[in-house]
């Protein structure tokens, strides 16, 4: 549970707990609205996001997990789903693959709450590292770069949006101790 305090969350309570497959139905509208808030809209439909999310749930190998933010009322206001990493750039073992908060919670400590229990799940699974993609322009960016995320450079020196921790208890413990 998130304490109470005027500077974080507005007086209002949260639970940051994992996602089960009943909570599809509702990962899907958040899914959509902060997409939408995010990345301007129509974006994926509820359809679409719903069925995304079911075979997320399907896959039943444990490999990823999702966290949300879930409000004293049971709605949710945010996620952050990890997953392994398994592509080309080497270092990184785990992959921040979405986190979204609703607009009128962000700068209050939900994503960084979110971004601490995926590092910590991470490192229970003995994975010490994660990155992220993501859009160069977003204004997003900033709280990677808060989090002390290392800026994903290409060859030539280009930053396309990635971002990285090569040390999770690191981030784990800037995100989940105040």
Not at 141 to 147: D, I, P
Request: proline share 4%.
């Amino acid at each position: 549970m998130i304490p109470k305090s005027p500077e974080h969350l507005d007086h209002e309570s949260f639970v940051i707990r994992e996602a089960t497959s009943a909570d599809v139905a509702n990962l899907a509208r958040l899914h959509v609205v902060t997409f939408i808030e995010a990345h301007g809209g129509p974006g994926p439909t509820f359809e679409t996001r719903e069925r995304q999310w079911r075979e997320i749930f399907a896959k039943a190998d444990g490999s990823g997990f999702c966290f949300v933010a879930e409000r004293e009322n049971g709605e949710l206001a945010g996620f952050a789903r990890g997953v392994p990493y398994t592509d080309e750039l080497p270092g990184y073992d785990g992959e921040l693959n979405k986190i979204y908060v609703l607009r009128q919670y962000h700068r209050r400590g939900l994503g960084r709450l979110l971004v601490g229990h995926v590092a910590e799940r991470f490192l229970e699974r003995g994975i010490t590292s994660m990155l992220l993609f993501g859009d160069a322009r977003s204004p997003s960016n900033g709280f990677y770069e808060h989090l002390e995320a290392e800026r994903l450079l290409t060859e030539r020196g280009e930053f396309h949006g990635g971002y990285g921790w090569r040390d999770l208890r690191k981030l784990a413990a800037r995100c989940l101790t105040r």
